[in-house]
């Protein structure tokens, strides 16, 4: 296999920091969250807007095999035109092309792969401001948040994918010396070396959400393990990962390797290129995250391949006391606001006792707990301007039908607006709606309302919620829980229920801390311990299965 | 959860030794294969042959709960009558037991579950005697092999479990404090908990032939990451797991815990346990060993489990040259051999150029090769007393009928002979069949003849021969491969087929390192990467499902 690749050495100081990152799982993160031009240079900015507005209402720069077409068609949130047209490619040229690109990717081991990997990572890093154009107006994100969650962190859990490979490739030695001994005779002695081989072809097929943090941890996991990776993007968002495909091929390229590894599978409306793609024999990992209907379809047809899925769930607040009544009402508002709730990991369900909560401010009843939440609500989208810049816009119809729909199921706590943009006037913005719910409504509340949508829920006692909680999380699933309390006990307890339901939780959150918010290097993302996901982003579990060691042994 | 039980503290520097081991795969091994007196002491191999035989014609004892009647029915190869009966389980009654088990298991921690687990391997390694016989007496295997195989190889592979499954559990720290920096402003800070969820209850289906081997991996894997344990042993190997369970469920109950953690699912003759027990929405986990149509339906079926499975595959060894032509005739008899070629790693391929090899005693043609592979298997097998040392005894009549059917299709190299063994004069003993096939007879040589059945195979040419062990075991798998030749390039060249093709290989066997068999610790058995198993024992991939990680957390 020779010396590891320059790129390895260029990177190995950034690896060594994301390994020991994951081991301890503290606070690090290798990609500044800041837009600001301190950090990026004057001109980071406006070259990755102008970058952004070269694609539009162009055929995307992308000289991969197989394009008999162009597919395109997305409707920008913002109401932005976008107008970019996508190679169309054909199937089997696509992934004969890929299979060819694995033999030497594979042979050139896992330090000389990771160094590659890191180079892409850098490459796209430089081009931040590019790629957080295209996901603010594709996913709908406000631009901060399209930066941080569609840039930065989306890289720190792609550098975290590729630590956790790298670290699994490398468990077993590449070579070792086994010398048995043989009584009186001389020892058996066999020179042994194990090779990492890939599992086949990777699908990852992306959502509309989160168009690159949810796709890179897939990406970089089987890349780096030795696959080629074929990406599906949503219709709805293809740009930032077209613009992540073109880079990672150039990147490749320059390396000496086949760009054929990283490929772009743009599609048509309507044409379900997606199951197309996850059921053929060659394709042997598949990443997806979207809907349970789709992610349980996919577990249960693609069976060639090893599927990570990330689907629905019903995300729950359980408030029993705190000391804060303040600062958990922002918090949770700001948790409902961001995105307008359209994370996976937003709350939906808030369980509060229907006899009221004790405060530092001394006992408060249900509907002040409520009007509490909802006031911090409206504290935050009272501003359209300054709203704007926390909600975003809504992603697609779906949400806008749903918020309809849902309205006539509960008693309006707080409605939901619809919010001039004071920059794209056709962006479709709405601020969120909540619902007042008896307990008993649980086929309402026992599903997941994906929008700006959620519940405050009345219970007979915390016990109430918390038989609730593992009622309706055993059932559906959660990416996040959370709860309020001044007393240990019912951390405990609540903690020892997220155990057996399989949810991450967080305790009192009052400050800069939000549930739907998980940290790179040190937060889980999903536990694959419950419906909502069958696997976390990214532990062992989630790298360990995408390669396969070979050995062989010859005599000394 | 306070400190590790005492047990971890007892046996933490194995698992040091073992995590060690695991980490540079050369030679460690912690149970010595010996079963000689002066390792072992002058009364433990009568002890364990008493406690052996004070099973026979009872009731076996085994204090699990759900017990509805007995079931038994194994038939020794040897002839020898067992007449063990075992506890019928209801298995709703069963499954209620294990699940109840769990959570004071999940909760004791990582330590002092691996604690727990070490003390069962010491507690059957002083009962190794015990084991061993019971291991040769349903699996037909001679008592060296039973002892070894099944007693301290399986138990060092179990060890191996251990030491991966605990690796994977504390990769992720128990706890750490995440500090965030915050501009200006005090730092964001929380402590974060991880727990280590067990995924639920396991199932461990276990073999005819190896009935411990084969089933301590995954039995050991499953407990140690948190989860119960329901062994369904093979009808006709019952008597060694349930012995396992048996003493795994008394240290369970010395250490504090749940016995039921551990229980035994014997069935009667065609009750088809397994199939009810593997769809079962408890059963998260299943292990099996056996052949690939049951295989490929617990994968198809058990769809809510994490399915392990090692089926059948077509081992394959490739002659292309030696300059040791005897040794490599003896080395590749002796795996014709031992245990009549019922180890799952035996090789039943031979591929041979027609126009013959080089060696260092000149040229050798075709049937000079042939004739002296079938040469060595005679001279293992031409005395009675020493060949049943060697062949132990036929598993079970499916073998004996195979034996029969393939005779004519193909030249007899060497015919398969009965004999008579002089200790138990019922006991079903056959030589090893070897037949000479042409290249184009894929139709036959395609597929496993399971037992003591092999074929040298006519080729065109190495190059040949590399074609058709890709193109085989690309299609059916094999566990095993081996190659013969003076020359690196043609070494080079097969490593490289076996890792299109995913098998582990071996080159140039001539000595006392056989291809069917593996060591604990620095070889994998199985790849995961090709038809004739879907996993490895034991490696990251192995272990790292099952079980998950929840997180918690609070501010500091």
């Known amino acids: 296999m020779g010396n590891p690749h320059p790129l390895y050495d260029k990177h190995v100081a950034t690896l060594d920091r994301a390994l020991t990152a994951i081991r301890e799982r503290g606070y690090w993160s290798a990609f500044n969250e800041s837009p600001s031009p301190r950090v990026h240079g004057e001109e980071a900015a406006?070259?990755?807007?102008?970058?952004?507005?070269?694609?539009?209402?162009?055929?995307?720069?992308?000289?991969?095999?197989?394009?008999?077409?162009?597919?395109?068609?997305?409707?920008?949130?913002?109401?932005?035109?976008?107008?970019?047209?996508?190679?169309?490619?054909?199937?089997?040229?696509?992934?004969?092309?890929?299979?060819?690109?694995?033999?030497?990717?594979?042979?050139?081991?896992?330090?000389?792969?990771?160094?590659?990997?890191?180079?892409?990572?850098?490459?796209l890093q430089e081009n931040i401001f590019e790629l957080?154009?295209?996901?603010?107006?594709?996913?709908?994100?406000?631009?901060?948040?399209?930066?941080?969650?569609?840039?930065?962190?989306?890289?720190?859990?792609?550098?975290e994918a590729l630590a956790y490979g790298y670290a699994e490739m490398t468990r077993t030695p590449a070579e070792a010396l086994w010398e048995k001994p043989a009584g009186k005779g001389e020892p058996l002695r066999m020179n042994k070396t194990w090779h990492v081989v890939p599992r086949g072809i990777a699908l990852v097929i992306g959502c509309n959400t989160f168009p690159t943090w949810n796709s890179y941890p897939g990406l970089f996991a089987s890349l780096v393990t030795g696959n080629a990776v074929v990406v599906k993007p949503h219709p709805r968002a293809v740009l930032p990962l077209a613009i992540t495909v073109k880079y990672a091929r150039e990147v490749l390229a320059e390396a000496g390797f086949d760009p054929n590894l990283v490929t772009l599978a743009a599609e048509e409306p309507g044409e379900g290129l997606a199951s197309v793609l996850a059921l053929r024999p060659e394709v042997r990992i598949v990443d997806f995250t979207g809907?349970?209907?789709?992610?349980?379809?996919?577990?249960?047809?693609?069976?060639?391949?090893?599927?990570?899925?990330?689907?629905?769930?019903?995300?729950?607040?359980?408030?029993?006391?705190?000391?804060?009544?303040a600062g958990m009402c922002a918090n949770i508002a700001f948790s409902l606001v961001l995105y307008s709730g359209q994370m996976c990991t937003a709350p939906q369900n808030i369980l509060v006792p229907r006899d009221g909560i004790a405060t530092e401010a001394g006992h408060k009843s249900f509907d002040e707990v409520a009007s509490g939440i909802a006031a911090a609500v409206g504290k935050l989208t009272g501003d359209p301007a300054r709203a704007v810049e926390l909600t975003g816009a809504i992603v697609n119809d779906?949400?806008?039908?749903?918020?309809?729909?849902?309205?006539?199921?509960?008693?309006?706590l707080l409605d939901s607006?619809?919010?001039t943009h004071p920059a794209f006037a056709d962006a479709v913005v709405r601020t969120p709606l909540i619902l007042k719910l008896d307990a008993d409504r649980?086929?309402?509340?026992?599903?997941?309302?994906?929008?700006p949508i959620s519940f405050v829920i009345a219970t007979d006692s915390t016990a109430h919620s918390l038989d609730i909680f593992r009622r309706t999380v055993g059932r559906r699933?959660?990416?996040?829980?959370?709860?309020?309390?001044?007393?240990?006990?019912?951390?405990?307890?609540?903690?020892?229920?997220?155990?057996?339901?399989?949810?991450?939780?967080?305790?009192?959150?009052?400050?800069?801390?939000?549930?739907?918010?998980?940290?790179?290097?040190?937060?889980?993302?999903?536990?694959?311990?419950?419906?909502?996901?069958?696997?976390?982003?990214?532990?062992?579990?989630?790298?360990?299965?995408?390669f396969r060691v070979v050995q062989s042994r010859r005599h000394v």
């Not at 690109?101 to 330090?111: L, N, Y």
């Not at 809907?291 to 577990?299: A, I, N, Q, R």
């Not at 949810?503 to 889980?524: C, E, I, K, M, R």
């Open 477 to 546: 699933g959660a990416l996040t829980a959370s709860i309020y309390s001044r007393d240990d006990k019912v951390l405990d307890e609540a903690e020892w229920a997220a155990l057996d339901v399989g949810v991450h939780v967080s305790a009192n959150l009052t400050g800069g801390v939000f549930v739907n918010q998980s940290a790179a290097f040190s937060d889980f993302h999903g536990s694959g311990a419950n419906a909502a996901a069958n696997a976390a982003l990214t532990d062992g579990a989630y790298v360990a299965s995408r």
């Open 46 to 123: 406006p070259r990755g807007t102008a970058a952004f507005e070269s694609y539009l209402g162009t055929e995307f720069p992308l000289d991969q095999p197989g394009t008999t077409g162009w597919a395109g068609g997305e409707q920008s949130p913002f109401g932005v035109r976008l107008d970019v047209r996508y190679p169309h490619a054909d199937v089997d040229a696509l992934l004969v092309a890929a299979a060819a690109a694995m033999p030497g990717w594979r042979d050139a081991g896992p330090q000389t792969r990771v160094g590659v990997c890191l180079e892409i990572l850098t490459r």
């Open 442 to 451: 649980e086929q309402v509340y026992g599903n997941e309302w994906f929008g």
């Open 132 to 159: 957080a154009n295209a996901v603010q107006f594709t996913s709908g994100q406000a631009f901060v948040m399209a930066f941080q969650a569609g840039g930065a962190h989306a890289l720190d859990r792609a550098l």
């Open 291 to 325: 809907s349970t209907e789709y992610g349980d379809w996919l577990e249960a047809n693609a069976r060639q391949a090893a599927v990570y899925t990330e689907k629905a769930g019903v995300n729950t607040i359980i408030i029993d006391s705190t000391d804060n009544f």
């Open 398 to 412: 779906g949400v806008l039908e749903r918020l309809e729909r849902v309205r006539d199921l509960g008693e309006i």
């Open 417 to 419: 607006q619809a919010v």
